[in-house]
């Protein structure tokens, strides 16, 4: 019951979201807004066991005046203002002007924005390590890098500029990304799109079950 | 008081930027704050979204309330709201119930009947994909990489200039030699194996480009930050 039940489900669910793609009448042809509504409603449910979990997880630290209770406490803290907030907010809480809204740009955007912009640091020093051109490969792979970023920045014009226009350095990016990056990413692209024919396969047949986990 | 609040905004927000910038250094307690608040203003932010937008948007004005006050007038004999028009949808129903179901979770005697939404997630996701990704992934792609070679499009002559017919074959060659790459069924040995060996230098150039891509993605971040610091907070560049 507890695994034969999601299976069915699965198998079920699958097999009809399959045949719609053929069936172009109702109500196969509303199962992709319906699938769409469903997820978002089902999306919203989800977030409530997510934050749960956190609040549950930072709270036993302060209580347990565990190591790090203190910044567990300021989770808690910022959580619920931004909550606390963004609901009394009303439906309108994005409008320009709103604490909501206040919240969002003054701490929001610049914690988000400097926690991926440190990412240019640690990303560097990876391609330090990993650009060496120990071999062929790796040396493609670098000179790739390099021409792409520097054709990216106005002083791979200013290097370039007494080349004619089309094969400055800005050009030779833009060839990279129309051409070679676009083969190689096609043929990604195609192994994905096989990996995921064959993955989905595997999950409606029931042979993949680790969706439903692994306990009784 | 409004400029209190402007220098307020300008200090909180330089001083969140500067903490998480702290971390360069090596991990200290400003850092440690500012990740924590970082934490929990990202979790209340999309829990806010999304209540307001997946479930108050969609469930609650598509089909809830209009729902509840039905019910709740005829419980109490109360004149029934008009007929629903084409704004409300019953079928957003399931997914409440699909939901509702998930938080079943939290209680731990009936927390395995939320697998039955996650299994009809899993499924409904991989029906779809199944068709949609060989039809975008596989089978789009596959096309717009055999195009004619020396016309734009079929019967056209041959109007094609020496860039664009390089380039169909230069497409061409990285796609199919990328997939022979991907192809470990056969051992990559003689033609096969030069083929492959040509498909990895192209995933290379792909590897090597995406990267370059995002480095500079980063960077500009990174310079939007420090522009705020040394524009917006410390007026240094006007």
Excluded at chain 1, 96 to 125: C, E, K, Q
Excluded at chain 1, 150 to 172: A, K
Excluded at chain 2, 132 to 159: C, E, H, I, K, R
């Amino acid at each position: 019951m507890r695994r034969e039940v999601p299976l069915l489900i699965t198998a079920v669910v699958g097999i009809t979201f399959v045949v719609k793609y053929f069936v172009p009448h109702f109500p196969f042809n509303r199962m992709d807004a319906w699938f769409a509504d469903w997820f978002s409603i089902v999306q919203a449910c989800a977030i409530v066991l997510g934050a749960l979990n956190l609040l549950k997880l930072s709270a036993l630290k302060v209580i347990g005046q565990k190591s790090g209770w203190g910044y567990a406490l300021v989770i808690i803290l910022s959580f619920m203002l931004i909550t606390v907030i963004g609901l009394a907010e009303g439906s309108d809480y994005r409008d320009p002007g709103t604490s909501f809204d206040w919240l969002y740009v003054n701490m929001f955007i610049p914690l988000s924005a400097t926690m991926f912009s440190i990412l240019a640091f640690f990303v560097a020093s990876a391609s330090y390590r990993a650009f060496r051109a120990r071999n062929y490969e790796a040396t493609v792979l670098l000179i790739a890098a390099f021409f792409v970023m520097i054709g990216r920045v106005p002083v791979g014009d200013v290097i370039t500029g007494f080349m004619p226009e089309g094969y400055r350095f800005s050009d030779l990016a833009i060839w990279i990304m129309d051409y070679p990056q676009t083969a190689g990413q096609r043929a990604i692209m195609i192994g994905i799109g096989l990996g995921v024919v064959s993955t989905s396969l595997r999950v409606i047949l029931g042979i993949e079950r680790a969706h439903i986990g692994t306990g009784d | 008081m409004e400029a209190f609040f402007e220098h307020f905004r300008l200090w909180l927000a330089a001083f969140l930027t500067l903490g998480i910038f702290s971390f360069l250094y090596k991990d200290n307690p400003w850092y440690k704050l500012t990740e924590a608040i970082f934490v929990g203003i990202s979790a209340g932010y999309w829990f806010v979204v999304l209540f307001w937008d997946n479930f108050h948007g969609k469930f609650w004005v598509g089909a809830g309330e209009y729902s509840i006050n039905w019910v709740v007038a005829k419980l109490t004999g109360a004149q029934a709201p008009p007929p629903p028009d084409s704004s409300i949808d019953f079928m957003l129903w399931v997914g409440a119930f699909l939901g509702l179901l998930m938080l079943l979770r939290l209680v731990p005697k009936i927390g395995w009947i939320s697998r039955w939404p996650l299994a009809f997630i899993v499924g409904s996701t991989g029906g779809l994909w199944l068709i949609n990704y060989f039809a975008s992934n596989v089978m789009v792609q596959a096309q717009a990489t055999m195009v004619p070679l020396f016309s734009s499009a079929f019967g056209t002559g041959f109007d094609q200039n020496a860039d664009a017919v390089i380039g169909a074959l230069i497409i061409f060659l990285g796609t199919f030699s990328g997939l022979v790459y991907f192809f470990f069924s056969k051992a990559h040995t003689g033609v096969f194996g030069g083929t492959a060996r040509v498909g990895v230098f192209f995933l290379m150039i792909t590897f090597g480009a995406s990267f370059g891509y995002t480095v500079m993605s980063r960077m500009s971040l990174l310079i939007g930050r420090i522009d705020y610091l040394l524009g917006d907070w410390l007026g240094m560049i006007k």
